[in-house]
Nanobody, 121 residues
């Protein structure tokens, strides 16, 4: 599976962005898809994941502000981010695995190149 993330950019605190991740290469619909982020000097952290049948899991820090969704007809997963905070400035990565839900980056098999989100105060 090849993943291509897009949609990052500069936004003011409290603003919104929508990230997209386009997949190709294998049957997208059967994969668990997730978003992670990595700020400078920090470890990569889990943000949200969505299973092949729509099961969703969010990290506590984004619950209620971020929404993950997928369109299997377009082989694309989205991350709608609202009420962004400066501390959420990071490179956002999409990832995929063909197993059950996981929040651990090392358990994902495929990664996109990342898209930078910068939230100004």
């Amino acid at each position: 599976v090849q993943l291509q993330a897009s949609g990052g950019g500069l936004v003011q605190a409290g603003g919104s962005l929508r990230l997209s991740c386009a997949a190709s290469g294998r049957t997208f619909s059967g994969y668990l898809m997730a978003w992670f982020r990595q700020a400078p000097g920090k470890e990569r952290e889990f943000v949200a994941a969505i299973s092949w049948n729509g099961g969703i899991y969010y990290s506590d820090s984004v619950q209620g502000r971020f929404t993950i969704s997928r369109d299997n007809s377009k082989n694309t997963v989205y991350l709608q981010m609202n009420s962004l905070k400066p501390e959420e400035t990071a490179v956002y990565y999409c990832a995929a695995r063909d197993r059950i839900m996981s929040t651990h980056a090392r358990q994902y098999d495929y990664w996109g190149q990342g898209t930078l989100v910068t939230v100004s105060s």
